[in-house]
């Protein structure tokens, strides 16, 4: 089997272009309350951890955690036959190092981190991290020959250091501790995720026994002088590793049995037989749940939403039922239905579902969405509808880092420098201006990805 799944790059893709899009959007009480963190409301947007809910943007980080989950075996189920655990065990940790030097450098060399009231010259600096990145994580042993390619990463680790140690940032100077949360999670994920499935490909089920374990930490880590608090607090070096980060695996593992059973279904010699309709009725019926959690959740009709699940879940779980040639969608709906009713159930636990602090009922019926939200993408790829907009979503999921990056970079400073940044700011006025701000930024981003997708140059850990 291809490593690349195309189904889940459009999803990456999509998770990754809607994290672009919920940081670009207008910024205040112009915009509805649905548009950013349940947690941090307009108009000032002040974390509120009391308030229960979720919004889009609140599923952006779990669909991502969820496809790098679903990446874990296709990744590495070719190399465990051949490869003994010691390569294993190096490439991942070389791995979580590279993550975690990533959220530390693209932090420092964001303008405003550099710089209170950015100049050219500082945008200028900004520009150049970008390209320091791409010698460091591009893959240019596909450009030129194998000791050029060293060389061209050690120059970009050289000059990324040197900027690291000697720059004198505004709000203090380089600081381990000061790094992108997001990519140190995903960091911690990939490193974790990646051991847990190694030890536990023979046995998926201990997998799961796993996540109660980690419960169990959790639950009583406040405990004065019990075992669960030193397990919660040991951390070798915080900046690298805390505890707190496990809490994912929720996400993360579920994510490694989608990757499995797309493996097997690979090898699956029989098609899918079943008519179109009930495809895409499964399809239908699987975005519906996920628009009407969002609307249920936020507004928190939390009766009309569970009966409305419960009637949705019923639906593809006798659907699913009729292809029987595809052992695929049949575990994918129920593995997804399953958590989905779980979370909903756990709701009432912990104040209602919130990202921040994030609670059960987040992780389960986050993975829940992403089980089915994965096979809707999987059909619509395998039915060839919207094949020019699945393509889009599946080059920008190919290439993960540089989207994340090119935003914040490349491309504000660019804006900042030429003055066009103003251009959309003035678009900060009202309620479809302050969308289309945010969905023309996203776009350039897309598009800058795109870009690179099509020479085929990636950066890659």
């Known amino acids: 089997m291809n490593n690349r799944l195309k189904s889940l ?28 963190h349940a947690q941090v409301p307009p108009p000032n947007h002040v974390f509120n951890p009391n308030l229960p809910g979720i919004t889009w943007v609140d599923l952006v980080f779990p669909f991502f955690l969820f496809s790098m989950g679903a990446a874990i075996p296709l990744a590495l189920h070719k190399k465990v036959i051949a490869v003994p655990f010691r390569k294993i065990f190096t490439q991942l940790f070389i791995r979580l190092v590279l ?22 010259v500082t945008h200028l600096i900004s520009i150049a991290a970008f390209a ?65 499935w190694y030890f536990t490909r023979k046995q998926p089920l201990w997998r799961i026994a796993i996540l109660p374990f980690v419960m169990a930490v959790f639950l009583a ?3 004065e002088g019990s075992i669960n608090q030193l397990i919660f607090n040991f951390s070798p070096a915080d900046w690298i ?11 993360i593992i579920p994510g ?52 409305l699940n419960v009637l949705g879940c019923t639906c593809l779980f006798l659907l699913a039922k009729d292809v029987k040639t595809s052992e695929l969608i049949n575990r994918m709906v129920s593995a997804g239905v399953y958590l989905l009713l779980l979370g909903l159930l756990f709701e009432a636990y912990e104040g209602g579902i919130k990202k921040d602090f994030s609670t059960y009922s987040y992780y389960f019926v986050c993975a ?8 809707s993408f999987s059909l619509i790829e395998k039915l060839g509808y919207l094949k020019p907009v699945t393509d889009f979503l599946a080059a920008n999921g190919k290439n993960p880092m540089i989207a994340y990056t090119a935003g914040n970079l490349l491309l504000i400073p660019i804006l900042k420098i030429t003055a066009l940044s103003g251009v959309l700011d003035a678009m900060n006025t009202n309620v479809f201006s302050g969308f289309a701000r945010g969905l023309i930024f996203t776009g350039i981003v897309a598009l800058i990805t795109l870009l690179f997708t099509r020479i085929k140059f990636f950066w890659k850990t």
């Open 241 to 251: 590793y805390k505890f707190y980060y496990l809490k994912y695996l929720f996400i």
């Open 9 to 36: 790059d459009m999803f990456r893709g999509l998770s990754i272009l809607c994290m672009v899009l919920s940081g670009s959007i207008a910024f205040g009480e112009i915009m509805p309350a649905w548009m950013f």
């Open 221 to 223: 880590s406040k405990e």
């Open 99 to 120: 993550l975690v030097f990533f959220a530390i450098f693209t932090f420092h060399a964001r303008a405003w981190v550099m710089e209170k009231t950015p100049s050219t």
């Open 368 to 375: 829940g969405l992403s089980f089915l939200t994965l096979l």
């Open 132 to 196: 320091c990145l791409s010698l460091i994580y591009g893959n240019w042993g596909s450009f030129v020959d194998a000791k050029l390619a060293i060389a061209l990463k050690i120059i970009g680790l050289v000059l990324a250091v040197a900027f690291l140690g000697s720059y004198s940032f505004a709000y203090g100077d380089f600081s381990f501790a000061k790094s992108d949360i997001i990519i140190i999670v995903l960091a911690n994920m990939a490193f974790f995720g990646g051991l847990i």
């Open 256 to 307: 490694t049995f989608a990757g499995e059973w797309f493996i097997k279904e690979s090898k699956n010699q029989n098609s899918v037989t079943a008519p179109k309709k009930v495809l895409l009725l499964i399809v239908l019926i699987a975005i519906i749940l996920l628009f009407v959690n969002l609307w249920g959740l936020f507004t928190r009709t939390l009766e009309l939403n569970f009966l």
